[in-house]
């Protein structure tokens, strides 16, 4: 057996391993990569280190970090709280405020699960108050967050521009961004009116002046996903065991006096520094890493008492998946492997078959395991196929393969799928699970071929 076979059996592996138990595949990456490259291909372990990826590591501590502080002193929770206001009563309107302050966080940093995390439980919350379908209501907030996801300044967009330019691809950060929110909201605007919207659209709520809105939840330090972060391969089982534990989601009534945050004034600050990040990375063509931990001690050193756990919310699980990953990428990259299997591909008769074959790979092992594993697996192995001259347009197939791969989080399989099953109030669990499952079925069937007739042959 070749080292590069045996290299892409330990990738295999990997993905096995994490689906089945709940293990950080960055863990398993790490541990692969220091096996497989010095048994199989005899690497020195200078070496391996080297592959390590220092500044998207700084770029993913950065914007968590400033994600977090964020949270902690009450600007999402003021956020979501103005957002749902100001539909005054509109009950069609709040799936889709639910969907756009999720992709609003995905866009300024948030990992998707933990956005998720965050919105779901006050989303399911008003559709069990409102009467809204609750498989709608929470579809629309996974595709909000898949929605804004590829943001330039995004964790999956970071990652998935690296790479690209990494790799010396043409890099087209808005056509990402637009082409993976644009099959997103398109998607959610279909399930809007097959389940329920019509209705939605012809009602209202009883009340003055306004939606009531609960005291929410989202800004307690050390507590639930959104402070850890996730790995994406969560069990189902453990997400439902949490969900008993704590008793009721987020949404929840509490004495204003028991609320953590900042003033306003400072949660002002803290929106001024979110979008001083996007103008600074993208005008101005700083790094955003720099950018997101200078910002983020700023806040800081304004308030350090209520900041002083900031730095234990920064998504260190997520971290170590996507460095593990990309550091096991690096091993594969230096023995072979990706030109190996970007020959493979680039060999089938048909260059469109063989990228639409890619995108399935990524959809199916997506809907199971890790996006962002997905993401920064995959694209690599793709590399060679792309320089080969195929006629195949990078920036198109790279928008394809973004999109196979995170849409496909609907999947109760998923830690996606996983929050919203767990989180979802007055419902069949059986019964959501099945519809849940059967939805993410037919997206990791049809997604791909959507995707790929529309962003590489049209």
């Not at 309107?93 to 965050?118: C, E, K, Q, R, Y």
């Not at 996801?149 to 964790?155: E, L, V």
């Not at 393969?401 to 989080?409: E, F, G, P, Y």
């Not at 109760?412 to 007055?426: H, Y």
Request: hydrophobic share 55%.
């Amino acid at each position: 057996m070749t080292p590069q076979l045996i290299s892409i059996y330990a990738l295999c592996a990997m993905f096995v391993v994490a689906t089945i138990w709940p293990v950080n595949m960055g863990v398993l990456a790490f541990v692969s990569a220091f096996l497989v490259g010095t048994l199989a291909a005899g690497m020195q372990t200078k070496d391996i280190i080297a592959g390590f990826p220092g500044s998207l590591f700084l770029t993913l501590v950065g914007i968590t970090y400033l994600f977090a502080i964020a949270q902690n002193n009450g600007t999402i929770d003021w956020l979501v709280r103005l957002a749902v206001r100001a539909v005054r009563g509109r009950i069609a309107a709040i799936p889709w405020i639910m969907f756009g302050i999720t992709g609003a966080l995905t866009a300024v940093g948030a990992v998707s699960p933990a956005a998720v995390a965050i919105i779901a439980p006050i989303a399911l919350g008003f559709a069990s108050k409102y009467g809204i379908n609750p498989l709608l209501m929470g579809l629309l907030v996974i595709h909000g967050a898949q929605g804004g996801g590829f943001s330039p300044i995004s964790i999956y967009g970071g990652i998935t521009n690296t790479i690209v330019a990494k790799a010396g691809l043409p890099v087209n950060e808005l056509y990402t961004f637009f082409a993976s929110l644009g099959v997103n909201l398109a998607v959610s605007v279909l399930l809007f009116f097959l389940m329920g919207g019509r209705k939605l659209l012809a009602a209202r709520a009883g009340v003055i002046n306004g939606v009531t809105v609960p005291h929410v939840e989202v800004a307690v330090p050390q507590r639930g996903p959104q402070a850890f972060g996730d790995s994406e391969a969560e069990a189902l089982t453990e997400e439902m065991m949490l969900e008993e534990h704590r008793g009721d989601p987020i949404v929840e009534d509490h004495p204003e006096k028991e609320q953590v945050g900042g003033s306003q004034a400072y949660q002002i600050l803290t929106l001024i520094g979110l979008i001083a990040l996007a103008v600074l990375v993208l005008a101005f063509n700083l790094d955003i890493g720099f950018v997101a931990i200078t910002i983020g001690l700023a806040l800081s050193l304004i308030a350090p008492n209520l900041q002083k756990r900031a730095i234990g919310q920064v998504s260190w699980p997520e971290i170590m998946l996507i460095t593990g990953v990309s550091t096991y990428v690096v091993v594969l990259e230096k023995m072979g492997t990706i030109s190996f299997v970007g020959d493979s591909v680039a060999g089938l008769t048909s260059p469109l078959l063989a990228a639409l074959l890619l995108c399935f790979i990524g959809a199916v092992v997506s809907a199971f395991a890790s996006s962002t594993a997905v993401l920064g697996s995959l694209i690599p192995l793709a590399v060679p196929f792309l320089q080969a001259g195929t006629g195949v347009d990078a920036v198109g197939f790279i928008g394809a393969m973004a999109v196979s791969s995170t849409i496909v989080d609907v999947s109760p399989f998923s830690t996606n799928g996983a929050i919203v099953l767990a989180t979802a109030k007055g419902v069949d669990r059986d019964a959501f699970f099945r519809k849940l499952m059967g939805y993410g079925a037919l997206v990791t069937v049809v997604a791909p071929i959507i995707v790929w007739l529309l962003l590489i042959v049209i």
